[in-house]
């Protein structure tokens, strides 16, 4: 577990307690060593987080100095939660699962009020076994955009001519149906976006490749005209 998420965790289990909690349920709950809990503990209170107590006494938030929960107004709520049910129909699996986690987190420390408005959304995107995102292929080709990995392709076009193309991936878009990959083509010398589902093999070469001024994520975007775009 991620530090920054045990964090969050240990604040709720402390979060609208009225007795206090040993570093021993706190160490079962997160399932790490006392040790781990007591330096936890500490650092929250170091950061200003009002936790009272002490080892071998047990620990609860200052009353009347809980920490607030997050707020967002309904449209704001809708608007995470469909867009974590788009990101799970479209962006794979890796993306999916952190979308849902993501979701969960905010949904544990919303007031009851909030937390039901977000089981009533009536916005959905079905997860359709038969999407290009359920082959694994956008979870690959993410990971070679984030780790800057040079891909080796067998690629056809849209009259079905296959070509085999060396690319640097430099970032994945969706256009509402479709994915397109952003990369530099070695074989072109130019910027070209490809469709997944036109990428007949793919392999790694081994090599690394470095975001330059040149051919970079900000070269390309100008190129296709999107140089406003958020990469984030």
């Known amino acids: 577990m991620r530090r920054a998420d045990r964090l969050f965790l240990l604040i709720h289990a402390l979060r609208g307690r009225r007795h206090a ?15 781990t809990v007591y330096r936890d503990v500490a650092d929250l209170q170091r950061s200003g987080v009002p936790i009272e107590g002490e080892a071998g ?34 962006g794979g699996e890796r993306l999916g699962r952190g979308a849902t986690a993501a979701l969960l987190k905010i949904e544990a420390v ?15 995107a079905p997860q359709l076994d038969n999407r290009i995102e359920a082959s694994g292929l956008i979870d690959a080709l993410h990971g070679a ?16 001519r296959a070509s085999a193309r060396e690319i640097e991936p430099l970032c994945l878009s969706f256009w509402g149906g479709s994915w397109t990959l952003g990369a530099w083509c070695r074989l072109r010398v130019d910027f070209r976006s490809f469709r997944p589902d036109r990428i007949v093999e793919y392999a790694a070469t081994g090599e690394s490749f470095v975001d330059t001024r040149e051919h970079g994520l900000d070269a390309y975007l100008r190129s296709v005209g999107a140089a406003g775009m958020d990469p984030g």
């Open 21 to 35: 909690i040993t570093a021993q349920q706190l160490a079962q709950t997160l399932e790490v060593s006392l040790r």
């Open 57 to 90: 006494v047990g620990y609860l938030l200052r009353k009347g100095a809980d920490i607030p929960p997050l707020m967002f107004n309904p449209d704001e709520l809708e608007a995470l939660v469909v867009g974590t049910r788009f990101v799970r129909a479209f």
């Open 110 to 124: 919303l007031p009851p009020e909030l937390r039901a408005r977000s089981a009533r959304t009536r916005i959905f």
């Open 145 to 160: 955009v984030l780790e800057q990995r040079v891909l080796r392709l067998v690629y056809r076009d849209g009259e079905a």
